[in-house]
Every structure is written in structure tokens, then in C-alpha cells.
């Protein structure tokens, strides 16, 4: 297994520079990578660079990229995760967990319940880099700076399927999210709340958005819990029913 290191800039079969200090001193200090031995360079577009550590220098890293990997890991769709925000601590859990499930896009809002309002960008940007490194995908999540729920609302395309998840509203089947996944293949939409969950005015704006409202369990889960589990599940279904179309067709 090779170590993987996301590099912002471009990248080529043949000779190249890693111009980052920060991948330099990991390699050296922390990993004790050695002039011959190999590793994976990532930029975020796709496809992994199996690339052999050639010398060290004061700016950065000289490798010889020998060859460009395909990288399959990546969802059948995009997942785009609404996410409240909630406690420092809880949101990094959230980022970090969900880009390692799959999430395309990270879309965090402020709504009227919203206890906390301030958000790291930089940190957060560090965070789902090195989860996208460990969890071994070669497409860098988006991650936007928080918004209204309005806003976010309107970053919904109702041509794609959207969800909001809501502990008192009706328990959607399997076959309800098999439904949303069909409805568009490109796209699904998470949205969730708050440690104090939605108000009624914004449950009614994203019904009327034409965003669908349903519960998973009889249990009510806590904010960060829900930011983890519901993508999962997502995620799997999405897997299940391009593994397996026609199991997943008769359970509709």
C-alpha cells in the first residue's frame, strides 16, 4: 500500500516537481521516505500518479511520475450534503466521515436553530484533504462557506432528487429512496438540521422546493450521528442498485 498525498497542480507521466514544503517534510521527517522508493500523487481530478521519490530539495520534492492510475473509487452519483452547522468538534467529524463515504459536495448552511455560527474554512479544507488521502479517493470533495438555509435551499436544482431528514416526519422505505435515486442519477441532495432540528418554516420551504421530507429510524439521533449514517446509507443503496439493478427494482 502506498502513502497518498494530494498536490494542488498539475500532473503528467515524465518528471516533476512537487512544489509543496509540507509534502517534503511528511515524507522526510514523519515517513522516512528514501530517494527510490515510490508513492501516490493525487491532484483531485480523477486519477492517482504512481510516482518514485528521486531527491528532496529546499522547495519541494523532485519524483519521476511512472505511471497514471485509474481510480475507481468514486460513487455512481454525487451526494451533496446540506449540513447545519453544529459543534466545531462534531462538524470536523462530519467532513471527515463523509468524505471518506463518498460525498461530493460539502454545503454547510446556517438555520434559524443554528447554535453555532462561525466556521474554520481553512482547517475544514485540511481536514477533507487528508481524509480524501487516507480514504483513498482521487476526487477532492467541494467544500463551500456556510450560507443561509435559504441559500441553500436555492442551491438545490430540482431537476436532481433532494431529502431533508426529519425525525418526526413520515419513515421513508427502502423503496422511497430507491425512488429518489432513480429520479435523477446525476445528484441527491442531503439535508440536515441542527442540534434543535428544523422549524416548520423551513421544513414547509423545502417541501415547497420540492425537496422530500422523511425519517429513517423510530429513534432520534443526534446531529452529527445523522451526518454520518444518512449519507451512508445513500451511499450504499447508490452501490447496491448499480451492482445489482434488478434486486434493487423489485424491492420498489
Known amino acids: 500500500m502506498h502513502h497518498r498525498f494530494y498536490v ?3 500532473l503528467h507521466v515524465g518528471e516533476a516537481f512537487i512544489d509543496s514544503l509540507q509534502i517534503s517534510h511528511q515524507l522526510t521527517k514523519v515517513l522516512r521516505i528514501r530517494p527510490g522508493e515510490t508513492v501516490i500523487f493525487f491532484n483531485g481530478m480523477g486519477g492517482d500518479f504512481l510516482s518514485e ?3 528532496y530539495t529546499k522547495e519541494g ?6 505511471e497514471e492510475l485509474p481510480n475507481r473509487r468514486e460513487l455512481p452519483m454525487r451526494i451533496i ?3 447545519a452547522l453544529i459543534k466545531k468538534d462534531m ?5 471527515q466521515k463523509g468524505t471518506e463515504i463518498g460525498i461530493s459536495e460539502f454545503r454547510p448552511c446556517i438555520t434559524e436553530r443554528s447554535i453555532r ?3 474554520h474554512l481553512e482547517r475544514a479544507r485540511k481536514i477533507v484533504r487528508e481524509a480524501t488521502e487516507q480514504s483513498g479517493r482521487s476526487v477532492l470533495p467541494l467544500l463551500f462557506e456556510p450560507c443561509s438555509f435559504e441559500d441553500s435551499l436555492r442551491a438545490f436544482n430540482a431537476s436532481e432528487s433532494g431529502i431533508l431528514f426529519h425525525p418526526s416526519a413520515r419513515r421513508a422505505e427502502f423503496s422511497d429512496i430507491a425512488s429518489l435515486i432513480k429520479k435523477s442519477e446525476r445528484a441527491v441532495h442531503i439535508f440536515l438540521g441542527p442540534e434543535g432540528g428544523f422549524t416548520d418554516v423551513e421544513i414547509a420551504g423545502a417541501e415547497s422546493s420540492g425537496i422530500h421530507i422523511a425519517s429513517l429510524f423510530q ?3 443526534r446531529a452529527e450521528t445523522a451526518g454520518i449514517v444518512f449519507p451512508a446509507l ?3 443503496y447508490a452501490l447496491l442498485m448499480v451492482s445489482h439493478p434488478l434486486s434493487a427494482r423489485k424491492k420498489k
Open 8 to 10: 494542488n497542480q498539475e
Open 234 to 236: 445513500l451511499s450504499a
Open 91 to 95: 462538524t470536523e467529524l462530519v467532513l
Open 61 to 66: 520534492v523532485r519524483a519521476l511520475i511512472k
Open 81 to 83: 450534503l446540506h449540513h
Open 219 to 221: 429513534t432520534t439521533l
Open 53 to 55: 521519490i528521486v531527491f
Open 117 to 119: 455560527k462561525e466556521f
